[in-house]
């Protein structure tokens, strides 16, 4: 109903037992639905006023603690995330892939692009060692790399170490990003490695942080 304009962006949701109503659901499993969106960013509430379609419900909010691909991110903020620009190529290593992927041979990297009409979203350069790529990428890639190194590969990302950086123009990648998503660009240096703690693919991830945020659960210690 929201992607419908049915409610726009602050307008303020029915009271419980009428939308439950409405939708024909029992107000439990309303209950949910609207802890999910408010998690999303979609909905927000105010104590004792009620609930609202969030007026920047463009914005993308995600946790740091869930490893997804940039697409699945996306979509679950209920955005559609289209792809341009890929591209698949092959190329000499550098230090910093070397000792990341401990490895000294030629890398393949897919670029991809992630969009919203427009507007660039992302932009992701994921390099792998070749004698893991091999042949796979020759054709390109569409939707999840993470599926689809499970479901064509038989490689099973189980987690990934992450480092949030500000890019500074020094490389080409960041000139290319900065170039793409403006000076509002944030970066996720992410090594991603599989279940029997192997190194799989390093990436460079940048998110236009006018529209991509991260936040991340801090529990206070004992």
């Not at 463009?58 to 940039?70: A, M, P, R």
């Not at 950086?165 to 900065?178: E, H, N, R, T, Y």
Request: glycine share 6%; charged share 25%; net charge positive.
């Amino acid at each position: 109903m929201i992607k419908d304009g049915v409610f726009k962006e602050g307008d303020k949701l029915p009271t419980e037992p009428l939308l439950a109503k409405q939708l024909q659901v029992s107000r439990s499993t309303l209950r949910e639905a609207i802890k999910l969106l408010q998690r999303q960013g979609v909905l927000i509430s105010k104590n004792g006023v009620g609930t609202y379609v969030n007026k920047n419900r463009g914005v993308i909010n995600s946790s740091l603690n869930k490893l997804q691909s940039t697409k699945t991110m996306i979509n679950n903020t209920g955005i559609v995330a289209s792809e341009g620009n890929m591209k698949v190529y092959e190329r000499d290593t550098i230090e910093e892939w070397s000792e990341k992927l401990n490895s000294d041979e030629n890398v393949v990297i897919i670029k991809r692009t992630r969009k919203n009409g427009d507007i660039n979203l992302a932009y992701t350069f994921n390099i792998f060692p070749k004698s893991i790529a091999g042949d796979f990428f020759s054709e390109g890639i569409t939707g999840s790399l993470l599926h689809f190194l499970k479901d064509k590969m038989n490689i099973n990302i189980s987690y990934a170490l992450s480092e949030i950086c500000l890019p500074d123009g020094s490389s080409i990648f960041d000139k290319k990003a900065l170039t793409k998503l403006g000076d509002k660009t944030m970066l996720l240096k992410q090594l991603h490695f599989d279940e029997n703690d192997l190194p799989i693919f390093y990436s460079y991830d940048y998110m236009n942080n006018s529209y991509i945020k991260f936040y991340v659960k801090r529990d206070r210690g004992v």
